[in-house]
């Protein structure tokens, strides 16, 4: 079963808007990454933040995690039209140290 | 690019015939995986292995072996290809598990038809 689920399924945008996407998951966990993928290409990690982390950034990417509600968000400032793809979330679970488990994604688009 | 070569990237293959799918690591990495992704379904974890020879069942293992003979080539083999193995397969690497927050690198996938 899926561990994390982004919200929302589909995000369109302009370019130099803000985009924010969620990830909700439902067991504890030791570490949460997101992911991107462009259309018919492999997943590239962005960012990793772990559970006892509140907030990363790099770059125009801001994570954050609020374990207490098992939660976390992904922001993409000033967003370009590159920034076009798919977003997952990823959650470890603490049974099971190498079964990452996806979410569905988010599918970004931004208009140039 | 993170050096992992999946083929083949494209096969149709009919009902009942076995398939393989071979992923080969240029990094050494000791973990590689085995995921498929299908619409509203993420990304869902098949087998993976620890090492030559080491490998474990993920979440949606039914239907599916695996073969780790050498470090750098991950095979995944559909003993009987059945249409709900239709899907795209993605082979993934890591220098350590996953617990230790390590980026997983994926390879580009190889799209799999079963008519």
């Known amino acids: 079963s899926q561990q994390g689920e982004e919200d929302p399924q589909a995000l369109s945008i302009q370019e130099g808007e803000n985009a924010t996407m969620n990830c909700s998951y439902k067991?504890?966990?030791?570490?949460l990454q997101w992911y991107r993928q462009n259309s018919g290409r492999g997943l590239v990690h962005l960012i990793l933040?772990?559970?006892?982390?509140r907030e990363k950034h790099s770059g125009r990417l801001r994570v954050t995690l609020d374990t207490s509600k098992k939660s976390s968000s992904l922001l993409i400032t000033a967003s370009r039209a590159a920034d076009t793809a798919s977003y997952f979330c990823?959650?470890?679970?603490?049974?099971?140290?190498?079964?990452?488990?996806f979410g569905a994604g988010t599918r970004l688009t931004v208009k140039p | 690019d993170a050096g992992i070569t999946q083929s083949p990237r494209h096969k149709v293959t009919e009902t009942g015939t076995p398939v393989t799918l071979r992923c080969h690591q240029t990094?050494?990495?000791?973990?590689m995986y085995w995921y498929r992704q299908d619409p509203g379904h993420g990304l869902r974890l098949i087998h993976y292995?620890?090492?030559?020879?080491?490998?474990d069942k993920g979440e949606v293992s039914d239907g599916y072996s695996v073969s780790r003979s050498k470090t750098e080539d991950f095979l995944l083999t559909l003993e009987s290809a059945t249409s709900s193995q239709t899907s795209v397969y993605f082979c993934?690497?890591?220098?350590?598990?996953?617990?230790?927050?390590?980026?997983?690198?994926f390879g580009e996938g190889s799209w799999l038809t079963v008519v």
């Open positions: 933040i772990r559970s006892n982390e």
């Open positions: 292995s620890y090492g030559v020879k080491d490998t």
């Open positions: 990094e050494n990495h000791r973990y």
């Open positions: 067991t504890s966990i030791n570490n």
């Open positions: 993934a690497i890591s220098f350590t598990g996953t617990t230790a927050g390590n980026t997983i690198y």
């Open positions: 990823a959650t470890d679970t603490l049974y099971n140290n190498n079964d990452m488990r």
